[in-house]
């Protein structure tokens, strides 16, 4: 089974900007779909964007879109989430996750998870 770690969380003032990395070992990148959630305190986990094995597709949540990208470099077996102009709203623990199914919106469909990375937005 492959494993995640996420990294590249921490504290920054709005406006400015994050990439969060989640590396794989293992198991191929390549053979999963990829998916951010974040997990605010006291909030349920919500996605935030998902991509495909190729990277050729992705999905954000309406949140995020416009200020987040997501890409992959399967060669190093890494997904990437750029975040700009944060918010304090940004504020979460965020989770990469993999799938071997199709790309989805749904935390359930994800089989495995890495331990997450805190982004901490201050206002």
């Known amino acids: 089974q492959v494993q995640l770690e996420e990294s590249g969380g921490g504290l920054v003032q709005a406006g400015g900007s994050l990439r969060l990395s989640c590396v794989a070992s293992r198991r191929t990148l390549s053979d999963y779909v990829m998916g951010w959630f974040r997990q605010a305190p006291g909030k349920e986990r919500e996605f935030v964007g998902s991509?495909?094995?190729?990277?050729?597709?992705?999905q954000y949540a309406d949140s995020v879109k416009g200020r987040f990208t997501i890409f992959r470099d399967n060669g190093k077996d890494t997904v990437y989430l750029q975040m700009n102009s944060l918010k304090p709203e940004d504020t979460a623990f965020y989770y990469c996750?993999?799938?071997?199914?199709?790309?989805?919106?749904?935390?359930?469909?994800?089989?495995?998870w890495g331990q997450g990375t805190q982004v901490i937005v201050s206002s």
């Open positions: 996750a993999a799938t071997g199914s199709t790309m989805s919106t749904l935390s359930d469909r994800y089989r495995y």
């Open positions: 991509i495909s094995r190729s990277g050729g597709s992705t």
